[in-house]
């Protein structure tokens, strides 16, 4: 791929020479595996009829990286850590690992950590990631003991560069500290991300539902979260609601 195809705002690092290694998406048999997806659409009941129904897949999620890891994302994991070691931290009890995919940087972040570490980050003269573009929320049923995740994508407009943050709660204790303290602007997405995930995020001022009712039972955007709805007569036919048309893994 020649430097006239690498322009700015194609997702691409340009200081970052793309090769077969490192183009985006191959990610090969790296990483971990957290499930294996049976069947395009996750039917297990007859309901498949896609053609699928055999596909058998490893759903994995990125491994960390090794450096160097191209371009200024060096520079940047080099000044957060320095950052945090004069702060009397160290970055290995902070960063659990830094994963580059995709072209994108992620930096795993311990929870008891993140407010420390995104304060950093805003901070840092050399770093200035002013600006918190919201959180969003994933749920992995089958990645034990970090089924939830808050994912937070910071800009710096002093230096044009964006980073991910990326925070794992489980399940059974489903607690990430605010950072509506760093970044006053999260505060609804979190809101939203508590309300659709269930994902309690302490030191929140107001941390009440935003979409749902405040009396509804459960977290829509979960993926144990039943798919719900009501039946549909059309034309005559009667059509089931959809989570008794078929079941999904």
């Known amino acids: 791929m020649s430097d006239a195809n690498n322009t700015p705002g194609d997702g691409v690092n340009p200081e970052k020479e793309l090769s077969a290694e490192n183009l985006p998406g191959q990610r090969g ?3 971990e595996e957290i499930r294996v997806q049976r069947g395009m659409f996750g039917a297990n009941n007859g309901g498949d009829t896609s053609g699928y129904g055999g596909l058998v897949r490893s759903v994995r999620l990125p491994g960390p990286a090794a450096r160097p890891y191209g371009g200024w994302f060096d520079e940047v994991a080099d000044e957060l850590e320095g950052a945090l070691e004069e702060q009397d931290l160290l970055p290995e009890n902070a960063i659990e690992r830094t994963v580059v995919d995709r072209d ?18 805003r901070d840092d003269p050399a770093l200035r990631f002013e600006l918190c573009t919201g959180v969003s929320g994933v749920h992995y049923p089958n990645d034990k003991g970090r089924e939830l995740h808050a994912v937070y994508h910071l800009r710096s407009i002093t230096h044009n560069r964006v980073i991910r943050l990326e925070v794992s709660a489980p399940d059974g204790d489903p607690h990430i500290p605010s950072l509506f303290s760093v970044y006053p602007t999260n505060d609804w997405h979190e809101r939203e991300t508590y309300d659709f995930f269930g994902i309690v995020f302490d030191g929140h001022p107001a941390l009440t539902r935003i979409m749902m009712p405040d009396d509804w039972q459960g977290h829509p955007q ?12 059309y034309k005559g036919a009667q059509i089931p609601a959809p989570d008794q048309r078929r079941s999904y893994s």
Do not use: M, S, W
């Open 29 to 31: 048999q790296g990483g």
């Open 222 to 233: 979960r993926k144990d979260y039943p798919l719900g709805g009501i039946p549909v007569e």
């Open 104 to 121: 994108e940087i992620t930096f795993h972040i311990e929870r008891e950590h993140l407010v420390r570490v995104a304060k950093t980050l």
